[in-house]
Nanobody, 128 residues
């Protein structure tokens, strides 16, 4: 059973929006933070956003805050990433991840080593 499954990616034009979803199976959603990372061609994977289980705090990459919004619905075992005003430089594979520990510290929440379960990614392509 796939622990995390992303959906919602696609091809859009600059300025448009997309909403990514990540459905978690069983225990993969019961622990700590849910997060989104992305990896563009030829580049290292980078942090996008993270949200702890209670949703009280959210953490974002500095360059993305204001355009991207992370949220979660614990009853549905689902996390979301709303992406507005997309730019060509947002083109990447977007990965969902979940941690076994709750992180209420941006430094820890933004590290990919903090996350135990990973999805296989969904492609987002933004044309100019």
């Amino acid at each position: 059973q796939v622990p995390l499954a992303e959906s919602g990616g696609g091809l859009v034009q600059a300025g448009e929006s997309l909403r990514l979803s990540c459905i978690a199976s069983g225990r993969t959603f019961s622990g700590g933070n849910m997060a989104w990372f992305r990896q563009a061609p030829g580049k290292a994977r980078e942090f996008v956003a993270s949200i702890p289980r209670n949703g009280e705090f959210t953490y974002y990459a500095d360059s993305l805050q204001g355009r991207f919004t992370i949220s979660r619905d614990n009853a549905k075992n689902t996390a979301f990433l709303q992406m507005n005003n997309l730019k060509p430089e947002d083109t990447a594979v977007y990965f969902c991840a979940s941690s076994l520990t709750i992180y209420l510290n941006r430094e820890l929440a933004s590290r990919d080593q903090s996350y135990y379960y990973w999805g296989q990614g969904t492609q987002v392509t933004v044309s100019s």
